[in-house]
């Protein structure tokens, strides 16, 4: 039989699209049993407290080939670690039918990821457990970690890393990180900050980035290579691609005392005054090429370097603020030590209790210890604490143990009784002390805890010490303006405490960071900051405290990491929409802007509708006086400069701008604002970078909307000023070109003899229809054979669930094949040629199709079914 060569290559393009489909469709969605993943972690925050609004799947990739599929084939794609944000859709979020890709599969060992409460290596040492997720390099002193490895793992295999000649171990520079239950690659890209003067925070670190990008391509960058993408990978909020690894610096490990001492607010206040002039000097020599070790050493010398302090407030008359802090002071030992000074004066009991507050960070407070009483928690043996049986005994760290029959490893549900009234975990837990009484961890927890369980806690889903659902957020102050908030800033601490119910005691966190890291993004890049932080329910909002923080006596900033990148709440000094967590940023924001402009031009990694606002990189085009945002940003004010691989923002034609459409109202308020230098100091520039011009930060730091709105309204503002020019029209369309009158025509030439004419052909018989019968071989033939080319291209993966994927696709393939050839074949049976198939139609009767005809051979029994033109 005769089939038209087109429609049967068509046919099979379409077979092959759904075959190679549902070969990755297992590669890219491995969802949790619950048909509702309301409590997936990657549909809701570690906690349950925030849910992505875009509702998006959730997938997990177990090799870089599977995210690779995983990332060319979205729309829409966001890596999820811990799942430790607090913003619903900024950052941690895809759009609606897009895809939250959680990392731990990419990991080889499943116990130094998020899935896993906590890792503890090997008694022996962790050097015996060789693994592809942390490679250190003794030589030149780095370890390449991939991004799905939690703090707290890395940690702990440095710590241990022993040989029979080495018996210290390795750490990090200083304590970058509070919290140690998240992963690398989330407090690297969200811009964790720690509390060091001299040393950055988790992106200062970086020496080396491996990721992947919105294309599929893998990029490994440094400061030497690519080093404009390098700045926007770390702290980059997952905007630009997948974190896969990080190299890191590494030191031997030394002994860290921790010194706990109690200040009034007027002795905290007096440091804070001295800070800030140590800070002034070392910045003084680090802009005239000064020492780095020098101005170091100068910022070492302030008693709040790595120092976290606590701010108590009380309810009540006469009760005194007061500040608790903790300093860790950092003593270097040799490779041939072989414990800390005060090791080998405790007993394996008491090490197994200090393990299990460190470890239990929920149920004993703040990571064990109370700041009251001097002391650990409250059961004094090993056999008290296996006594003890209450639900807060580690119920925060059971991740995908609590998993269901069924449920992939490498997904876990949310923390239960949390957030959540209901969730779909399993209903056995078992006790954080049972658990670390097991053989696999008994011998380890009876050694002496490591230095760093003194200066990062896993404590977490606790409100002041308890359980609880909870917020955090975060303001950085200036350090030019920290003496004066804090002065400012009391009285409202005060009445936000007695004016809570049930509640006697209320912390606030005091941290300050340097500016020893150059993201573009980082919080910690600007200049040196007190970080003051504190967490209070879901849903409140803490009007009055925003305002003090937000307001001229503060000028602070709120800590994108910690909140997102949008945080609108009612009566901001600024007004609304006044993009506070962006005003830190400058025109490094734009910077920013033209690398994910240029590497991801679809807005891949943008996430939901609310991302894509945030993600909106805007500038004032000082040629055409005009905004200009997304593809006109990109040709406008971003290029490549010879021999660079990334882009650039042009700072000599463009100043940027922070989230401003073009062709809006605001955006002519922009343009209005810029065009008055009067304007622009009153109403505008509030929170420049110190030492920057004040015009290149003008509208990136904090306009006052509000009020520029009602000064160009009393001042009729398109009469005196005017707002942006008009985008320039598009071209006119060339004029046609004009047709050559037709030349004469030539001369007739004499007529011949018509030749003999030739007999006309017999008529041929109209074309028979193939029986049912025949079309049912030849479909299942078809099935058959595309079956066993499926088998032969999967060979060798899991058979259940993705066998029964393909054999589903078999018979819906098979009923689409017999529909479309019935469909054809009834067509040209019944009411001959189609219209859209008519070229007599088509061509407007120039030209005349004399007959189509698609005939099929019979097939007899037991025939092989072959398909030909």
Not at 186 to 210: D, F, N
Not at 436 to 464: Q, V
Request: glycine share 8%; net charge negative; with cysteine.
């Amino acid at each position: 039989g005769r089939i038209d060569g087109r429609r049967r290559e068509m046919l099979s393009t379409i077979l092959a699209c759904l075959l190679i489909a549902a070969t990755l469709a297992h590669y890219v969605v491995r969802n949790p049993q619950d048909p509702n993943h309301f409590d997936t972690v990657g549909q809701v925050n570690f906690q349950g407290g925030h849910a992505c609004k875009t509702k998006p799947k959730i997938g997990s990739a177990s090799s870089i080939a599977e995210l690779r599929a995983a990332v060319t084939d979205a729309d829409s794609i966001k890596a999820v670690g811990a799942g430790m944000s607090w913003s619903q859709n900024h950052m941690a979020c895809a759009d609606f039918d897009g895809t939250n890709i959680v990392t731990a599969g990419l990991c080889s060992d499943i116990a130094l990821t998020a899935a896993k409460p906590f890792y503890l290596a090997p008694a022996t040492s962790s050097r015996n457990h060789v693994t592809d997720d942390i490679v250190v390099d003794e030589v030149h002193m780095t370890v390449v970690v991939k991004s799905c490895v939690t703090v707290q793992a890395l940690l702990e295999y440095l710590a241990h890393y022993r040989t029979p000649t080495f018996l210290s171990g390795y750490t990090l520079e200083s304590p970058s990180t509070f919290y140690a239950g998240m992963t690398v690659g989330g407090a690297v890209a969200g811009g964790t900050h720690g509390v060091s003067l001299s040393h950055g925070g988790w992106a200062g670190k970086v020496l080396e980035v491996q990721a992947m990008l919105a294309d599929g391509s893998i990029a490994k960058v440094n400061k030497n290579w690519r080093p404009r993408l390098f700045r926007a990978l770390k702290a980059g909020a997952g905007r630009l691609g997948v974190l896969l690894d990080v190299k890191l610096g590494i030191i031997v490990q030394g002994d860290v005392e921790e010194e706990q001492h109690q200040m009034d607010v007027d002795e905290y206040r007096k440091q804070v005054r001295l800070t800030k002039s140590l800070i002034d000097r070392a910045m003084t020599s680090r802009a005239n090429n000064g020492n780095e070790a020098q101005w170091r050493h100068l910022l070492s010398e302030s008693e709040l370097h790595d120092r976290h302090t606590v701010l108590h407030v009380r309810q009540g008359e006469g009760r005194v603020p007061k500040f608790v802090t903790r300093k860790w002071s950092f003593f270097p030992r040799g490779r041939e030590a072989k414990f800390r000074p005060d090791s080998h004066h405790q007993s394996p009991d008491m090490n197994m209790l200090k393990w299990l507050a460190y470890l239990d960070g929920t149920n004993w407070g703040s990571d064990g210890w109370s700041v009251e009483e001097g002391s650990y928690a409250p059961a004094h043996s090993w056999d008290m604490a296996l006594a003890t049986e209450t639900e807060t005994h580690g119920d925060h760290l059971c991740k995908n143990m609590l998993n269901n029959p069924g449920d992939p490893d490498d997904l876990w549900y949310t923390d239960p009784m949390e957030c959540l009234a209901d969730h779909s975990t399993s209903s056995h837990v078992p006790r954080l002390p049972h658990l670390l009484d097991e053989p696999k961890y008994r011998s380890r927890i009876r050694m002496f805890p490591e230095p760093y369980t003194t200066w990062t806690t896993m404590a977490k889903g606790h409100l002041d010490g308890g359980r609880g659902c909870y917020n955090w957020t975060e303001y950085g102050v200036p350090y030019t303006q920290a003496d004066v908030c804090i002065e400012r800033f009391l009285p409202v601490m005060r009445e936000m405490v007695d004016n809570r119910e049930g509640l006697t005691d209320f912390h606030f966190s005091f941290r300050w960071t340097g500016i020893d890291d150059d993201s573009w993004l980082s919080p910690n890049g600007i200049m040196p900051r007190m970080w003051i932080g504190f967490s209070t329910s879901v849903h409140e909002e803490t009007v009055s405290v925003h305002n003090v923080l937000r307001g001229g006596a503060c000028k602070s900033v709120e800590n994108w990491g910690a909140h997102g990148w949008r945080h609108e709440i009612v009566g901001d000094p600024l007004g609304p929409h006044s993009n506070s967590t962006i005003e830190q940023i400058g025109p490094h924001w734009c910077h920013f802007g033209c690398l994910a402009e240029q590497h991801d031009p679809t807005d891949k990694f943008a996430g939901g509708p609310d991302g894509r606002e945030v993600w909106t990189f805007s500038a004032f085009d000082m040629q055409v006086r005009r905004i200009v945002s997304g593809k006109a940003f990109e040709d406008t004010c971003c290029g490549l400069q010879a021999g660079e691989l990334d882009a650039t923002f042009d700072e000599s034609r463009c100043l940027c701008a922070a989230n401003i459409q073009e062709s809006t109202h605001k955006a002519d308020l922009a343009c209005y604002v810029i065009k008055s230098d009067e304007l622009m100091r009153s109403y505008c520039g509030v929170h420049r970078e110190q030492g920057q011009p004040w015009n290149s930060w003008a509208l990136m730091s904090g306009c006052n909307w509000e009020e520029l709105e009602r000064h160009w309204t009393n001042h009729r503002g398109w009469e005196n000023i005017g707002g942006c020019n008009q985008a320039p029209p598009p071209p006119k369309p060339l004029p046609p070109t004009p047709t050559p009158p037709p030349s004469p025509p030539p001369n007739p030439s004499p007529p011949r003899p018509p030749p003999n004419p030739r007999p006309p052909p017999p008529p041929l018989p109209p074309p028979s229809g193939p029986d049912d019968a025949t079309i049912a071989k030849v479909v299942a033939a078809a099935s058959t054979e595309a079956a066993q080319k499926a088998a032969a291209a999967v060979g060798g993966t899991p058979a259940g669930g993705i066998l029964f994927i393909f054999l589903a696709l078999f018979i819906v393939q098979a009923v689409c094949l017999w529909k479309l050839f019935r469909h054809f074949t009834k067509n040209k049976q019944d009411v001959g040629i189609p219209r859209s198939e008519d070229l007599a139609h088509v061509s407007g009767g120039r030209t005349r199709l004399e007959e189509v005809a698609v005939e099929l051979r019979q097939v007899g029994e037991g025939e092989d079914v072959r398909v030909s033109d």
